[in-house]
């Protein structure tokens, strides 16, 4: 496997998604935004990230 492989991602694996929409104060909105820019990480992601730790809880 090369350098590179390790990162790719497995269409065929994916899960089908559903779009979310939600509105949310612009203060709150700039601040999760900036620390998802922190983590280099996209506002989709982190949110898919977070319901994923949500469904997994005790």
């Known amino acids: 496997m090369t350098y590179l492989e ?3 991602r497995n269409r065929r ?3 089908k ?4 929409t939600a ?11 900036g620390y998802c820019d922190e983590l280099n990480l996209s506002i989709s ?3 898919g990230f977070t319901g994923k730790k949500w469904n997994r809880r005790e």
């Open 45 to 47: 992601e982190a949110a």
């Open 6 to 8: 390790q990162f790719a």
């Open 13 to 15: 694996r994916r899960e």
């Open 17 to 20: 998604t559903e779009v979310l």
């Open 23 to 33: 509105r949310i104060p612009e203060s709150l909105y700039g601040d999760f935004k």
